[in-house]
Structures are given as structure tokens and as C-alpha cells.
């Protein structure tokens, strides 16, 4: 009996999960105004090491995408797109990464920010 409740355990333990990243679109910014737009990261612990983060911006674009904290264990769950946006433009930023104890469970998003001259 115990091998059999061992399996289903198992199997069940493997299925497809959902991971949702909201919010669905993020809002507009303007040039030489502070953004400040939080991404959450739901239904697991996000895997640091499997993160990846990637953004078409100019270097010195004056924003960044990052976790809000980076001292707590769930850190890659709570991310922000922070800073003074520099250049006007529509700038793709693209997240992805790993859950822990999913299997193969992943997330992906992608954003397109848009960035308004003053």
C-alpha cells in the first residue's frame, strides 16, 4: 500500500503548475521622471541562479530591473523596474527563470516599456 501512495505522491507532485508574474502590462513612463513599478512572482520560490533578467535599454538609460530586496530567500519573487528613464522609447524588458521543487517549472514574461518625452 505504502509504494503505491508513494507514487500518486509523486505524480502529483510533478504536475504543471501555474506561475503568474503581474502586473499583466506595466504603466508608461516620461523622460527625467521617476518609475517605480513592482513585478511579483507567484506560486513558488523563484531559483536565483535561474534568472534571467534582459532589456533592450541604452546603458545609460537611468532604469534597472532588479530584486526589491535582495536579503531575503524569496528575493527574485518581488522585483522592480526602478529609476529616471533617460531616453523616450518602447524598450522590451523579458524575465524568466526557475521554481524550486517544480520539476521543470518555469515562468516567463515580457513587458514592453514604453517611455514618453517630457
Same mark, same amino acid.
Request: one cysteine or more; a positive charge; proline letters at 4%.
Given at each position: 500500500m505504502y509504494k503505491y501512495f508513494l507514487i500518486v505522491l509523486?505524480? &502529483?507532485?510533478?504536475?504543471?503548475?501555474?506561475?503568474?508574474? !503581474?502586473? +499583466?502590462?506595466?504603466?508608461? $513612463?516620461?523622460?527625467? =521622471?521617476? *518609475?517605480?513599478?513592482?513585478?511579483?512572482?507567484?506560486? $513558488?520560490?523563484?531559483?536565483? &541562479?535561474?534568472?534571467?533578467?534582459?532589456?533592450?535599454?541604452? !546603458?545609460?538609460?537611468?532604469?534597472?530591473?532588479?530584486?526589491? +530586496?535582495?536579503?531575503?530567500?524569496?528575493? *527574485? +519573487?518581488?522585483?522592480?523596474? *526602478?529609476?529616471?528613464? =533617460?531616453?523616450?522609447?518602447?524598450?522590451?524588458?523579458?524575465?524568466?527563470?526557475?521554481?524550486? $521543487?517544480?520539476?521543470?517549472? =518555469?515562468?516567463? =514574461? !515580457? *513587458?514592453?516599456?514604453?517611455? +514618453?518625452?517630457?
Amino acid at each position: 500500500m505504502y509504494k503505491y501512495f508513494l507514487i500518486v505522491l509523486s505524480l &502529483y507532485g510533478c504536475t504543471g503548475r501555474d506561475y503568474h508574474v !503581474e502586473p +499583466n502590462q506595466i504603466p508608461v $513612463g516620461t523622460v527625467g =521622471k521617476l *518609475y517605480n513599478q513592482k513585478i511579483d512572482v507567484s506560486g $513558488g520560490v523563484v531559483i536565483p &541562479y535561474t534568472v534571467q533578467i534582459t532589456t533592450d535599454f541604452k !546603458e545609460d538609460m537611468g532604469v534597472v530591473v532588479k530584486p526589491i +530586496n535582495q536579503d531575503v530567500s524569496d528575493a *527574485y +519573487n518581488h522585483l522592480v523596474i *526602478y529609476g529616471v528613464p =533617460k531616453y523616450s522609447g518602447d524598450f522590451k524588458i523579458k524575465i524568466s527563470g526557475g521554481i524550486y $521543487g517544480s520539476g521543470d517549472g =518555469k515562468f516567463k =514574461k !515580457e *513587458y514592453t516599456y514604453k517611455v +514618453n518625452s517630457k
